[in-house]
């Protein structure tokens, strides 16, 4: 099923890369550095997103024992990271045209940051046990006392300072102007589609290297 | 009576399996000898025997819940930078400190009962952790290899306390490459 | 649990390395930064405060890097499971402890430095008492992190748990600051206490569970 979402992802990012780069208007504020939103402000929405993800999939591992669960958080955690790093990275760019500097430290670049890490422990206490069923429930409470500590770290760095601009979509309504709001949305969506088959296609990966002693796997491949 | 009662219990590691389907039961009063090759899976059977370790499938009953077990594993939880003393001092309250220090006498570590712990000879470290078992007075015994690394005489005496010990009602389930001198039932693993 | 708490410092008055170690690192730390800049340039009283919480949280670190190691190599967390058949209480006693033994000293001596470097003397109750706070918080997620990582080494027990720790260090500037200018410090010191007692409660279960995780 992967590789059709896989288009379709892709081909709806394309749609509102293209509207979003080469037709949109330009912000009368930012100029054209404004465009970057359209990597941006996507990468950022699923940064977060996938943590609370693997936090869900890590209660079912934890109290249900659901070992598929635990395969989940395992192969999106190394797409949160890349999708934590772009978010990261394409702010750095953003930040030279309009606050003439690349970082700033900042509530949400910090938060991001730090979330980024985040990731990157979790990756990495995963591979330092050889009985990955150990691995995996110590992986999963890494994510539960993870995803209590977002917010905190969120409101604790909000406390003590902010820079960034307030978030251009929220519950309320939106700063945007509907000619850049489409192509936007439609980014979104593009992007969440493509991630999702990344998902779907690297957890195909790890289960079948996992389970590669049963028998199910040797019939399968 | 019936202390224990394990069916068909299974378990795997990292998606392989390490024995399947293993049925037994432990009464009052009974060894159990545990046998296989290395890499079998004893020492693991054993701590889902005492409840550490939750088998991949299958189930263990305890008849009794609060069945007071003694267990020596590998780890033999000996403090190094304490003394003998010290050690069993942290081990055994007020009343059982008496019995300890005596079978501390009877294993020949008198002489060596104030140094540090990790100065002491493995064989020295092994008998001064039998003491945890040989000391107390539980309803079952639980021992994972427990004539590895002792002496002639040490062995022997081993295997006497734990005959009387059978005798006198208690339990005994433990691992062994050494056959025991003793009777009791033998549960072969096969992987 | 009293038996618990008696083992346990007894233990760990046995290992001098353990207690007294991370008092010497926190001095060595807040001598050596002095040494690294020109003190004649800088005003050094503007910002010693933050070196010291900065020290502070690599001192918690230390301090609770042996916390579970030992008694799960040799087989005593084994043991204390078939007795208990769980670790919250054997946890919490070693947190209080450590708290004891170690983090009350080190706040100490942190609060010491500060007055030596410029703060006001009258300040020292408050300083002490937030480096107190500051260090129960401090200890209960760095032993989570130890314990997640267990026999594997400092490294990944830092690289799990300070991103847990940097609200407190958020929180301990925002106490600080309340002391320099002289207002709001008990609401600080009300909603840090709170944190405490909830991060005392709560840590412990988690940390056992990891423990748990460990020896199955």
Same mark, same amino acid.
Not at chain 3, 148 to 170: C, D, E, F
């Given at each position: ?26 912000? $009368? ?19 977060? =997103?996938?943590?609370? $993800? ?8 934890? #109290? ?24 990261? $990275?394409? !702010? ?23 979330? $980024?890490?985040?990731?990157? !422990?979790?990756?990495?206490?995963? !591979? ?19 995803? #209590? ?21 929220? =519950?309320? !309504? ?46 399968? #491949? | ?27 009052? *009063? ?5 046998? *296989?090759?290395?890499?079998? *899976? ?99 015994? &639980?021992?994972?290899?427990?004539? &590895? ?38 549960? +072969?693993? +096969?992987? | ?7 346990? /410092?007894?233990?760990? %008055?046995?290992?001098?390395? %353990? ?20 003190? /004649? ?62 983090? @009350?000293? @080190? ?21 002490? %008492? ?12 760095? %032993? ?43 609401? @600080? ?28």
């Amino acid at each position: 099923m992967y590789p059709y979402l896989l288009f379709i992802g892709i081909t709806t990012l394309m749609i509102g890369w293209i509207w979003g780069v080469l037709y949109a208007p330009e912000d $009368f504020q930012q100029g054209n550095s404004y465009r970057i939103i359209f990597l941006h402000v996507p990468a950022s929405i699923f940064a977060q =997103t996938i943590y609370y $993800f693997m936090s869900i999939c890590a209660l079912m591992h934890i #109290v249900w024992r659901v070992k598929l669960a635990a395969y989940l958080i395992k192969s999106a955690a190394p797409i949160g990271a890349m999708i934590t790093f772009i978010a990261l $990275f394409s !702010g750095s760019i953003w930040g030279i045209p309009t606050w003439g500097t690349w970082w700033q430290w900042d509530a949400r670049i910090t938060s991001t940051l730090i979330l $980024f890490i985040m990731y990157l !422990g979790i990756l990495t206490l995963h !591979g330092s046990f050889s009985n990955l069923e150990k691995a995996d429930r110590l992986m999963s409470i890494l994510v539960i006392v993870g995803v #209590v500590n977002l917010p905190i770290i969120k409101k604790s760095v909000d406390w003590w300072s902010t820079l960034h601009q307030p978030a251009s979509i929220s =519950t309320s !309504g939106s700063s945007i102007d509907p000619s850049m709001l489409m192509p936007l949305l439609i980014s979104i969506v593009g992007l969440g589609f493509t991630l999702i088959s990344l998902g779907i296609l690297s957890s195909r990966l790890y289960i079948l290297n996992r389970e590669k002693n049963k028998k199910w796997v040797l019939e399968h #491949v | 009576m019936q202390l224990i009662s394990a069916q068909n219990i299974s378990y795997s590691i990292n998606e392989k399996k390490l024995f399947h389907n293993l049925s037994f039961n432990v009464n009052t *009063g009974e060894g159990l000898y545990i046998k *296989g090759s290395n890499g079998s *899976g004893k020492s693991t059977l054993l701590r889902i025997i005492l409840g550490i370790t939750l088998p991949s499938k299958g189930k263990i009953h305890f008849c009794n819940e609060d069945l007071a077990i003694s267990y020596l594993g590998h780890k033999n939880a000996i403090k190094s930078y304490l003394s003998p003393i010290q050690n069993l001092e942290l081990i055994f309250n007020q009343s059982g400190r008496a019995l300890a220090f005596e079978w501390l006498h009877k294993l020949g570590l008198k002489n060596v009962q104030d140094e540090l712990t990790g100065n002491l000879s493995f064989g020295q470290q092994k008998k001064l952790a039998l003491i945890r078992v040989l000391a107390s007075s539980p309803k079952m015994i &639980v021992l994972d290899e427990p004539f &590895v690394g002792l002496d002639y005489a040490t062995n022997n005496l081993l295997n006497n306390f734990l005959e009387e010990k059978l005798r006198e009602d208690m339990s005994i389930i433990f691992t062994s490459h050494i056959q025991p001198t003793f009777e009791c039932k033998t549960l +072969e693993i +096969e992987r | 649990m009293l038996r618990l708490i008696r083992t346990e /410092s007894f233990k760990l %008055s046995r290992k001098l390395k %353990s207690w007294l170690g991370p008092q010497l690192i926190l001095v060595l730390v807040l001598i050596a930064f002095p040494l690294s800049i020109d003190i /004649s340039q800088y005003d050094l009283d503007k910002f010693y405060f933050s070196i010291i919480v900065i020290s502070l949280m690599m001192t918690a670190f230390i301090s609770t890097e042996g916390m579970f190691e030992e008694d799960f190599e040799d087989g005593s967390l084994e043991q204390e499971f078939l007795l208990e058949q769980d670790f919250y209480k054997i946890v919490l006693s070693k947190m209080l402890i450590y708290v004891f033994f170690i983090g @009350i000293p @080190i706040a100490l001596i942190g609060s010491l430095f500060l007055i030596t470097n410029g703060a006001d003397f009258d300040d020292l109750p408050k300083v002490f %008492s937030i480096l107190c706070l500051s260090n129960i918080l401090l200890f209960n997620l760095f %032993s989570f992190g130890n314990a997640l990582s267990i026999n594997k080494g400092a490294m990944l027990g830092v690289l799990t748990s300070l991103p847990l720790a940097l609200p407190v260090i958020i929180l301990l500037g925002r106490a600080v600051r309340t002391i320099q200018y002289g207002e709001g410090f008990f609401s @600080i010191i009300i909603l840090m206490s709170g944190i405490s007692l909830i991060v005392l409660a709560i840590m412990p279960i988690v940390i056992s569970a990891a423990l748990k995780t460990h020896i199955d």
